[in-house]
């Protein structure tokens, strides 16, 4: 059997705990704010390291993003990945999810021979789970979403295991295949140090493409060539405002049982 050619999509996302918006502006802030590995994506690097130790592969990892998504390139590389490509560009920005899912579809598909991609269910950023759907629908290629399990590569299809909400669904799709996944499929490992060194170092140098290496126009790229507009962001306001009563519990109690009273809210036996 050849080698499977597979392809993860990773995204570097902002460590989400810490993310706030700006009232004024409606955007994100992010200085300060640490970068992580999309956890999902995580998963997916884990999924594809382990079919390459079962069967063979060529694992490339794409992201698309500013220079510093380069780290998680980097880290899905110290994980096993052999090939990391980061799609970046001035032009890129502003994407909607069609316009990044044809910019990742398209360098997939620069990706000679490629049997697999896969993808993180949902980013924990932009949430919308859009993504590698939308890749498959580029591609042409079969897809199955919510991959809890890969059992195995039949000929030249694979078998997986989908969640569902109340049970589970096994699947067999033909490759080329696009799998989304889940958490639960495996446990990450963590990169090892000296594959890491090596991705430092340039010894498995990561290539930057931009949307002309991609063969895209200006204006199908980014923000023009998004199919939506975000008009407006913010974050819902408090619809009731609260009151916090000071003093000790006995106080407090006391405040309280008033309050309740006087507006008629206990039963006359208390
Ligand atoms: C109208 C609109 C305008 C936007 N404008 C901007 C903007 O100006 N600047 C900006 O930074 N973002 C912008 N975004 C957000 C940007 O489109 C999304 O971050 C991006 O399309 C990914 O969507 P998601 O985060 O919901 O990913 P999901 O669909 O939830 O991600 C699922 C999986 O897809 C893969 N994936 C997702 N994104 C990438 C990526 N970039 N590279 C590699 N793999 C990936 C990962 O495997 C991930 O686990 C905009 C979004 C919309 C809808």
């Not at 398209?106 to 990706?111: D, F, G, L, S």
Request: charged share 25%.
């Amino acid at each position: 059997m050849k080698p499977l050619q597979i392809v993860v999509l990773v995204k570097q996302v902002p460590d989400t705990t810490e993310v706030k918006l700006d009232p004024k502006t409606g955007n994100l802030i992010r200085e300060g704010i640490k970068s992580i590995v999309n956890p999902d994506d995580r998963n997916a690097i884990e999924a594809a390291v382990t079919l390459k130790e079962r069967y063979g592969a060529k694992i490339t990892v794409i992201s698309m993003g500013p220079p510093q998504a380069i780290d998680a390139i980097s880290e899905a590389m110290g994980m096993g990945a052999d090939r990391g490509i980061l799609l970046s560009d001035r032009a890129f920005a502003g994407a909607d999810t069609w316009a990044t899912s044809s910019a990742l579809g398209r360098a997939v598909q620069k990706v000679e021979g490629f049997d697999l991609v896969f993808a993180g269910r949902q980013a924990i950023d932009g949430d919308t789970a859009q993504i590698g759907p939308q890749v498959a629908e580029f591609l042409g290629v079969p897809q199955a979403t919510y991959v809890c399990a890969v059992e195995e590569i039949k000929g030249d299809a694979i078998v997986v295991k989908r969640r569902l909400e109340d049970g589970f669904e096994k699947l067999e799709l033909r490759l080329p295949a696009l799998l989304t996944v889940v958490g639960e499929i495996n446990d990450p490992r963590y990169p090892s140090v000296g594959r890491l060194i090596d991705a430092c170092r340039e010894k498995a140098p990561i290539e930057i493409w931009n949307s002309a290496d991609l063969g895209f126009k200006a204006s199908e790229v980014g923000l023009e060539g998004s199919l939506t507009h975000v008009v407006n962001t913010f974050s819902p306001k408090a619809k009731r405002q609260g009151e916090i009563i000071p003093g000790g519990a006995k106080e407090v109690a006391q405040a309280l049982l008033s309050r309740l009273s006087d507006k008629k809210l206990l039963r006359d036996t208390l």
